[in-house]
């Protein structure tokens, strides 16, 4: 069985890091599969979709660290094609994926304790998202 539905969200801006578990675990169980799959997709090249502790001390940490590593600038290609200063937000974006995949066993997440669904905003504006949640399973 195939079961999709899409999330909406609203974001605010570069570092905007939003809890997506619980509405990944209503979906799961909407679905009623006891076995399988559940895919977390984000749509858009300006969104991550990932597993994290979502605490406030990661949530200030993995925005900061990604500005760090990867730093707004003017210097990048996308910006010498777009002048719209998010060429970072792309790249950091790219860099951390937009989807996830997780297990589904008897019938929930397997998740560890620690381990929550993450959506995190790397573009420079507020953004309205789409995540497609697709399950795959029995």
């Not at 969200?9 to 619980?22: A, P, Y």
């Not at 977390?40 to 990604?66: C, H, M, R, W, Y």
């Not at 730093?71 to 290609?77: A, F, L, N, V």
Request: with cysteine; aromatic share 6%.
């Amino acid at each position: 069985m195939i079961y999709q539905e899409t999330i909406k969200l609203s974001t605010q801006d570069n570092g905007d890091l939003h809890d997506l578990t619980e509405s990944v675990a209503l979906i799961v169980k909407k679905a009623k599969v006891t076995t399988g799959m559940v895919n977390i997709f984000n749509i858009g090249s300006t969104g991550v979709i990932g597993a994290i502790e979502f605490e406030p001390g990661l949530q200030k940490d993995l925005p900061e660290f990604l500005n760090k590593l990867i730093p707004p600038s003017r210097e990048y290609g996308h910006e010498k094609t777009w002048h719209d200063g998010n060429g970072h937000s792309h790249l950091q974006a790219t860099l951390l994926g937009p989807s996830m995949t997780v297990p589904i066993t008897n019938g929930k997440l397997k998740l560890g304790t620690w381990q929550q669904i993450f959506h995190l905003e790397c573009d420079i504006k507020p953004r309205q998202r789409e995540i497609v949640v697709t399950i795959y399973g029995e």
